[in-house]
């Protein structure tokens, strides 16, 4: 499992930490548990596919862990820092549909999904994305997105 461990290692240059407490369902809407589903991948585990890495974002997204989003970020378009904490006012996440998985080859994949936010107290908002993945040495890396209404 030396994958795992240079994630680890990655996670730990990144300054990330697992959530002080865990959510017991998964913010990414799998009606799955979060130990089973995102909680591992933020712990350091590599996502099986991207469309498993575009859920744990939004997860991480959900539970602000920023470190993992940029620890998931390909480096060629990683910014530096996302300052979620700082967000005034702040993003509130309010659930994810993915609308579309295309793998290009193995190491190459589009998801397409709409994420619902409200920002601050205003009404409901929706994104809507076209994300790009690259996978390298077996982890998978957001690269970008286009956004569509
Ligand atoms: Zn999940």
């Known amino acids: 499992m030396r994958e795992v461990h240079r994630m680890r290692q990655n996670a730990r240059r990144f300054g990330h930490n697992p959530p002080m407490s865990e959510p017991v369902d998964c913010p990414c809407g799998s009606d799955c548990p979060y130990a089973g589903c995102c909680g591992p ?3 350091g585990e590599p996502a099986a596919t991207a469309e498993a890495l575009m859920r744990s974002r939004y997860s991480a997204y959900v539970l602000g862990l920023e470190a993992y989003l940029l620890a998931s970020w390909h480096r060629s378009t ?3 820092a996302l300052n979620l904490g700082q967000q005034k006012p702040a993003t509130r996440w309010h659930g994810l549909k993915v609308l579309r998985y295309h793998s290009v080859d193995a190491n190459n994949a589009f998801v397409e ?3 619902k936010f409200k920002v601050g107290g205003g009404s409901m908002q929706r994104l809507r994305e076209l994300s790009r993945f690259k996978r390298e040495d077996g982890h998978w890396y957001y690269i ?3 956004w569509s209404a």
Request: charged fraction near 15%.
């Open 41 to 43: 991948l933020h712990a």
């Open 113 to 115: 999904f709409v994420a």
């Open 78 to 80: 990683r910014p530096a």
């Open 144 to 146: 970008g997105g286009e």
